[in-house]
């Protein structure tokens, strides 16, 4: 599947000329082997002169190149990049670096909203089948169904960057919370771990839930009468009984198949849909390749991870399985009698959403914060060309999209930025600013706190928040990286921000903009000249 959703003069017009020359030679043929009719006359062969169609289609091509060509040439700006232009003044015919990153950007970067907007609409209607086939079935698991039993609630809420408007190269992959209706004899008493000191960092952004009466019920009647749920969906911890996300993901998995199976039959004439099973770091994912027989004009194959979800209130959730809490895999003991599969993971998609919505109303028009961050993350990908799997994975994990969206939010919360400064024409000045302050994330300040979790969440000035996270100590999202592995992290972000230039110009947007082959060093940091 092709990730570049805008005209490719340089395909299209050299597939026309081929394609209207066959067409010529074919009628050619096609009238010249009819031997009962007559030559004409005047020896003319009455059909467009094949030489005169070629001629035209190529002057075409060459005057849109042309014209193309000039209009990147003379886009206006020259961003600074550390004191110094990030092409010196007097290399002629250089394209500075806002001709490269707007290039770059439409070429690799960004989406088409036309596919995208189909293929939100696709996976909406596949997931909506599927979540109400799964209401419709009740509980299969444990507890085969009654007042205790868990089952889906009948909605399912999308989040993640296709729904933020910053979503990059592919609209292929998407998140979407299935929230969980509990039993009305169940209440959950959440507690968030950040303020626990015994505990490793990777872990303080996650919560337990222990079980806990509603109000008006008997303690011990209670006791008696939720055991069948607490022996199907909980573990104990510190003496308390905790709703297992483990074993709740089980379920759901469990529970996804059958729905999956209810709704394949009807879903055959429009798209092939599979199901993977989550394990510990990652959910249930959908698969969604097209039929077939669907001539649609979006046919694209797409993941949905399909995230259980229980609401605590105020649109927030805690999903399960909690984001991977160490950079070196999943942790399997942990201290002070708790245990890692009664971990739940929170989920505040709904208030960065409405976060960043107002933050776009007090922006000017054509603000260009959304576009930073979605450059952000192409550099973070370059940099990653050529590394070894685990380095990449490590490097994925340091500077993941949710790091990236936080920076931004950081950048944008605090003083003395000017909401003028986030004009387009100073595309290239802000990104150097939200690369300058994650270093400082990375090797000064050395803390990049959650913009939600804390009292001092930011979040919580566009909208009400549940008790247990006003009250949840801050949570540094690089907390769970070693002091090494950040510097290395930091060196390799200036180092792919000072080959930036080189790197756009190797691996994106129309090939004239490439007047100079990438210099040696940059072959010598594992960056081959010859990838597309």
């Known amino acids: 599947m092709s990730v570049h959703y805008t005209l490719n003069l ?26 009962a009719r007559a030559e004409p006359p005047d020896s003319a062969d009455g059909g467009f002169p094949l030489l005169k169609v070629a001629v035209l289609l190529l002057l075409g091509y060459i005057l849109l190149r042309c014209r193309h060509a000039v209009r990147q040439r003379f886009l206006p700006g020259s961003p600074r990049l550390g004191g110094h232009s990030a092409f010196s003044p007097g290399h002629f015919g250089e394209p500075s670096l806002d001709i490269l990153l707007e290039s770059y950007y439409e070429h690799e970067v960004r989406l088409s909203p036309h ?28 507890i085969p169904g009654g007042a205790l039993a868990l089952a889906f609630r009948g909605d399912f809420i999308q989040v993640g960057s296709a729904y933020e408007q910053h979503k990059i190269r592919r609209p292929d992959s998407f998140d979407v919370l299935v929230p969980l209706r509990l039993p009305p ?32 019920a008997s303690g011990g009647q209670w006791l008696r009468d939720c055991k069948p749920f607490a022996d199907g969906f909980c573990v104990d911890v510190r003496g308390r009984r905790h709703l297992s996300a483990t074993l709740v993901l089980r379920w759901f998995q469990s529970h996804l198949q059958r729905s999956l199976a209810t709704v394949r039959y009807s879903l055959e004439g429009r798209c092939r849909v599979t199901l993977t099973p989550g394990s510990l770091e990652q959910p249930p994912t959908l698969h969604i390749l097209p039929c077939r027989t669907d001539y649609g004009c979006c046919r694209l194959s797409m993941a949905v991870r399909l995230i259980p979800a229980v609401h605590l209130g105020d649109n927030v959730f805690l ?29 505040t998609a709904r208030q960065e959403q409405k976060l960043l919505s107002w933050l776009q109303e007090r922006a000017p028009p054509g603000a260009c914060y959304l576009k930073c961050l979605q450059l952000l993350k192409a ?49 290239g000045e802000r990104l150097e600013e939200l690369v300058k ?95 597309p």
């Open 185 to 216: 004899l169940v209440a959950l008493e959440p507690r968030s771990l950040g303020a626990e000191p015994e505990l490793a960092p990777a872990v303080h952004g996650c919560f337990v839930c222990a079980l806990k009466a509603p109000p008006g």
């Open 379 to 427: 550099l973070r990908d370059l940099g990653a060309r050529g590394l070894d799997p685990t380095a990449a994975i490590q490097w994925g994990r340091i500077l993941s999209s949710y790091v990236l969206k936080t920076v931004l939010l950081a950048v944008l919360l605090r003083e003395g930025v000017p909401a003028r400064a986030w004009d387009e024409v100073h595309l």
């Open 10 to 35: 340089r395909v299209f017009w050299p597939l026309v000329t081929g394609l209207c020359t066959a067409l010529v030679c074919l009628y050619h043929v096609l009238r010249g082997s009819g031997g």
């Open 437 to 531: 302050f994650l270093r400082d994330c990375l090797l000064r300040r050395r803390t990049l706190f959650h913009c939600v979790l804390g009292p001092g969440g930011a979040a919580a000035e566009v909208g009400p928040l549940p008790k247990v996270l006003r009250e949840a100590a801050p949570v540094d999202l690089l907390a769970a990286f070693d002091r090494h592995a950040r510097e290395v992290a930091a060196a390799r972000l200036l180092s792919t921000w000072r080959r930036l230039p080189q790197l756009l110009r190797a691996y994106g947007g129309p090939r004239y903009l490439a007047r100079c082959p990438p210099p040696r060093s940059q072959r010598t940091q594992g960056f081959p000249e010859d990838e």
């Open 115 to 142: 596919v995208l907007g189909h293929s939100k609409a696709h996976v909406s209607r596949i997931v909506g089948e599927l979540v109400r086939a799964g209401r419709a079935r009740g509980s299969p698991g444990p």
């Open 319 to 347: 999903v399960a399985p909690p984001p991977p809490p160490s950079p070196v895999g999943p942790i399997s003991e942990l201290p002070g009698g708790l245990r890692a599969d009664a971990l739940w993971g929170v989920n």
